[in-house]
């Protein structure tokens, strides 16, 4: 069963990653099984068992990833590369690389000017030294670089007496892709390299077909390409490979968070699991013990008159079998012989007798009353342990590819009318250079920092208002606690990114020609709220008229002293499945919950053939 990603993989993934070039990092997050890199055009899982783009995002933390998200949060993606047929890929940016090592043990290594400026373990060898400030290398090359070697390289590396094993030595195969080599190929040296020169430039280049093989019900393995030569019950075909490898190591990444995140309980099982082994030995001692020192006081009552008078010298049934300093050996008329202390009249010991049995009886009771308990403690912390699993798997949830309109503030009004507006100044220009008709409508609270609000042309009053409200929320009114603002709106034809002469517009500022119509004290107030779509979970904002046909569940907020930060994860975690910060992210800013609601969801395809008419 494949654990992680082979080079040939890895080239795959490389070509689906680099459709990311020129994309912002947003933030980068540690999760049980690596580090999670947020994009703007969508995340990147690195992990030891695969570097790939991702559809699931599981549990997730900003504790270990502070470091490295200083060094490259906000900076563009130049490049994702593979530098050599090998287990390595760089992120690149314009101030540095990350290169992640998906060898053993798995690293990630953050460097500028050829230098290690972070990574995730140390190393230091003969042939290598990885530390900080050191300068980068990359492990030692044991194969022939495929991606660089001609066909006549390749086929010089193939011994014809030993294909398999040639492959794997010295091309880096690994057995999988060698035995996939062989049933295409043949015996051939030379068509062995043409193939496999033919592989790697198709991988490459994109031109993909993944593949998940399934036997006896469990996935067994992942390859970009159609095999020929796995026995499978089932082929599995995806779109992409990295659903692909979200399908295979998804399952593996959450076994091993939850691994990490219960080692804590099961070391405190393994010496619960210890105690308790401990104390199911040690019982029945105490209870043997007890028996027999019992047993021998009763028979040493029975005879003890006999044992007196041979004690004595005189005759007896009783036989003294030795004597020494300190103990007497005698032997009962049954043949067993028994050991007395000299001095101690036989009555006090057969007392003390009686009195280490009863000891040893209520050893063993309190031992079975402590080996109850940790019986109980045991059974708490594996439902504890197996709590804590399925909140971490419950807790990976599918990332949907995002509509164009997602990326913007967006909302629909209760007519289906679709309404975008810019996140910052430089959303506010896109929205206006890139999405504002002339015929169609532009909001603007009455306020210097604003969002820019764009919507198709709309007469109903209510439906103005609806968007008028949503222009105010995002607006610095709310930020500054002003509950009612006035907002207006403009045809698209009336608004310019051409200044009077002599005059500079600042970056998301325009100008508004012509008469402005208004919308008067407009109060601030917006509902955010949660929806599900099959797996994926989003945070929607609307107007709150209009907030049942966005989500499932919903507040309407209005400026409050409860930082948005607080109220983002308050909300999230009393809905569950949409994440903290995309709550947060749709909060315009302190706010106060004035209602709460429940509402019935447009679908979400009907949600983009609304946006689709734009």
């Not at 390299?193 to 393995?221: D, H, M, Y």
Request: include cysteine; glycine fraction near 8%; charge should be neutral.
């Amino acid at each position: 069963m494949k654990k992680v990603l082979t080079a040939f993989d890895l080239l795959a993934s490389v070509a689906e990653m680099s459709r990311l070039a020129g994309s912002r990092l947003e933030n980068i997050y540690r999760t049980g099984a690596g580090f999670l890199f947020k994009f703007a055009g969508g995340f990147v899982a690195a992990t030891r068992f695969r570097t790939s783009l991702t559809g699931v995002v599981p549990e997730k933390t900003h504790e270990g990833a502070e470091t490295l998200r200083g060094l490259f949060r906000d900076e563009r993606l130049v490049e994702v590369a593979m530098p050599r047929f090998d287990r390595l890929v760089e992120l690149v940016f314009t101030t540095g690389k990350i290169v992640v090592e998906l060898l053993e043990p798995f690293n990630m290594v953050a460097v500028r000017d050829g230098r290690v400026v972070w990574l995730m373990h140390s190393y230091r060898a003969r042939d290598r030294v990885l530390a900080p400030g050191a300068a980068y290398a990359y492990p030692p090359a044991a194969f022939i670089d495929v991606l660089r070697a001609g066909v006549d390289e390749l086929e010089k590396a193939v011994d014809p007496g030993d294909l398999r094993r040639s492959l794997i030595r010295r091309l880096g195969t690994g057995p999988e892709l060698a035995d996939e080599l062989i049933a295409r190929a043949g015996s051939s040296p030379r068509s062995i390299a043409e193939e496999f020169k033919r592989l790697v430039e198709a991988v490459r280049s994109g031109r993909l077909e993944p593949t998940v093989c399934i036997r006896g019900g469990a996935a067994v393995t992942v390859l970009p390409i159609k095999p020929v030569s796995l026995q499978c019950d089932e082929y599995r075909h995806f779109d992409s490979f990295w659903s692909a490898l979200d399908f295979y190591f998804t399952p593996m990444e959450l076994e091993s968070a939850a691994a990490d995140a219960t080692q804590a309980i099961v070391q405190r099982r393994r010496r619960l699991e210890a105690s308790i082994k401990e104390l199911e030995g040690k019982i029945p001692e105490y209870r043997d013990e007890a028996s027999r020192l019992k047993t021998l006081a009763h028979r040493l009552l029975m005879y003890k008159i006999e044992i007196e008078e041979a004690l004595r010298g005189g005759e007896s049934s009783i036989r003294i079998v030795d004597v020494d300093g300190r103990r007497v050996k005698i032997e009962l008329p049954e043949g067993e012989s028994v050991e007395l202390v000299r001095g101690v009249p036989l009555g006090r010991y057969i007392s003390q007798l009686f009195e280490e049995a009863k000891e040893l009886e209520e050893k063993a009771q309190k031992a079975a009353q402590v080996l109850e308990k940790l019986r109980r403690d045991l059974s708490k912390l594996e439902e504890e342990q197996r709590r804590e699993e399925e909140r971490l798997k419950a807790s990976a949830r599918a990332v949907a590819k995002k509509s164009w309109f997602e990326k913007f503030h967006w909302t629909v009004t209760t007519g289906k009318r679709p309404v975008i507006g810019g996140r910052d100044a430089s959303q506010n220009e896109s929205v206006v250079r890139k999405y504002l008709k002339d015929h169609y409508l532009f909001f603007h609270a009455d306020i210097p920092g604003a969002s820019a609000v764009a919507a198709p042309p709309m007469e109903d009053p209510l439906e103005l208002l609806q968007v008028a409200q949503f222009a105010a929320a995002y607006s610095k009114a709310w930020k500054i606690g002003i509950h009612a603002v006035d907002v207006y709106y403009v045809r698209g034809e009336q608004v310019s990114k051409q200044p009077p002469s002599g005059q500079y517009l600042a970056k998301g500022s325009f100008m508004i020609y012509g008469k402005r119509e208004y919308v008067r004290n407009v109060r601030m107030e917006l509902a955010v709220g949660c929806r599900r779509d099959g797996e994926v979970y989003r945070v929607v904002a609307a107007p709150p008229k209009a907030a049942p046909l966005l989500a499932e569940r919903y507040v309407v907020v209005t400026p409050g002293n409860k930082e948005k930060g607080k109220l983002g994860k308050e909300l999230a975690q009393q809905w569950g499945g949409c994440q903290p910060e995309e709550v947060v992210a749709a909060l315009p800013g302190p706010s106060r919950i004035s209602e709460e609601g429940r509402g019935t969801p447009l679908p979400w395809d009907e949600i983009e053939q609304i946006f689709a008419t734009w």
